[in-house]
Structure formats: C-alpha cells, structure tokens
C-alpha cells in the first residue's frame, strides 16, 4: 500500500483529492518521509564515521612502523657502541 499519493497524485490543477487527505493517508506520508530522512542522516553519519576510522587506523599503523623502525636504529646503535 503506498501512502505517498499526497505527493505522488496531486491532479494537474495542483488539488488534492479528497481520499488523499484522510488521516491514515496523511500520517503514513509524514511517517515515512520522516523514518527516510532518518534512514539517510544515519547513513551519512556512518559513511563519515567510517571515513574518520579509516583515518585513525591509518595513524596507527604509520605510528606502529615509525616505532618499530627507532626500536631498528636504537638496537643497531647500541649494538655498535657495545
């Protein structure tokens, strides 16, 4: 059953019907304009969200081999001055 014919059946004049208007009609158009534009806020914000991860996880790998190279150098120097 598709309750977006408020929108989707307005007559060329521009005029509701009156069936279009009922209560039922018009909540369940509110209701599901309103549970899609959350549907899409959340997506954004995961897509964002995933964006930032990847990001963090990428600072965290450069750092995990910038350390393990120093620990390298550090042993090679030690070993050198011993």
Known sequence: ???N???CDIDRD???K????T?????MAVSQCFWKMVRESVEQQADAFKGKLL???IIII???IKE???SAVQLKTLQKIQ
Not at 23 to 27: C, F, P, V
């Open 1 to 3: 059953m598709c309750y």
């Open 5 to 7: 014919v408020v929108i």
């Open 14 to 16: 521009g005029v509701l």
């Open 18 to 21: 009156p069936y279009q208007m």
């Open 23 to 27: 209560t039922l009609n018009l909540s």
């Open 55 to 57: 990001f963090i996880i």
């Open 62 to 64: 450069i750092i995990i």
């Open 68 to 70: 393990y190279f120093l």
